[in-house]
T-cell receptor, first 115, second 113 residues
Framework: AQSVSQHNHHVILSEAASLELGCNYS??????LFWYVQYPGQHLQLLLK??????LVKGIKGFEAEFIKSKFSFNLRKPSVQWSDTAEYFC?????????????FGKGTMLLVSP | DVKVTQSSRYLVKRTGEKVFLECVQD?????MFWYRQDPGLGLRLIYF???????EKGDIPEGYSVSREKKERFSLILESASTNQTSMYLC????????????FGSGTRLTVV
């Protein structure tokens, strides 16, 4: 079974600081990669996704992620965070192995941005 | 917009009760999912369904069952609720299993006392 590891459970940043959230996955075959965000009291929303092609993916709200196949990583970045980015962020993966392939999530990273 | 509606936002049930969590989607998606979300554990898949009357176990199916009698509705059943099933339950739907595109409901926070 595939697994997803997120490096930090909690991150605290000041506004305008740069953000990088780590994500590694275990499956070595073809994967589809996702970052979801959950703002306080809201439902999960898709930030960005990678299927193939350019390994640098841009998403909503100024977020981007880079797929590095050799490192099994898909880190999320934002050059300058805002207070409104306070949320929980989840990395997720589907893999092309046999059988059904549903979204497997990491444990999440809670980001707190102080004004 | 795709909408996934979960019938209850908060539920409090007693140990041993049979509990039904209901989920309805309005975009004719083939696939529906039940996850539970716990602090520090992320989202874990309980069951999913890829067609009416079809279901597959996820990573943590023990203590749960599901029902999908109509395409738009997917129910999660706790046969005999226990305190370790206190959690946030999230329903999702998607046109594809592996291509993402999951749309999530707002969740049902279940407390078993």
């Amino acid at each position: 079974a595939q697994s997803v590891s997120q490096h930090n459970h909690h991150v605290i940043l000041s506004e305008a600081a740069s953000l990088e959230l780590g994500c590694n996955y275990s499956y070595g075959g073809t994967v589809n990669l996702f970052w979801y965000v959950q703002y306080p009291g809201q439902h999960l929303q898709l930030l960005l996704k990678y299927f193939s092609g350019d390994p640098l993916v841009k998403g909503i709200k100024g977020f981007e992620a880079e797929f590095i196949k050799s490192k099994f990583s898909f880190n999320l970045r934002k050059p300058s965070v805002q207070w409104s980015d306070t949320a929980e962020y989840f990395c997720a993966v589907t893999g092309g192995n046999s059988g059904y392939s549903t979204l497997t999530f990491g444990k999440g990273t809670m980001l707190l941005v102080s004004p | 917009d795709v909408k996934v509606t979960q019938s209850s936002r908060y539920l409090v049930k007693r140990t041993g009760e049979k509990v039904f969590l209901e989920c309805v989607q309005d975009m004719d998606h083939e696939n529906m999912f039940w996850y539970r979300q716990d602090p520090g554990l992320g989202l874990r898949l309980i069951y999913f369904s890829y067609d009416v009357k079809m279901k597959e176990k996820g990573d943590i199916p023990e203590g749960y069952s599901v029902s999908r009698e109509k395409k738009e509705r997917f129910s999660l059943i706790l046969e005999s609720a226990s305190t370790n099933q206190t959690s946030m339950y999230l329903c999702a739907s998607s046109p594809s299993l592996s291509m993402g595109g999951y749309t999530f409901g707002s969740g049902t926070r279940l407390t078993v006392v």
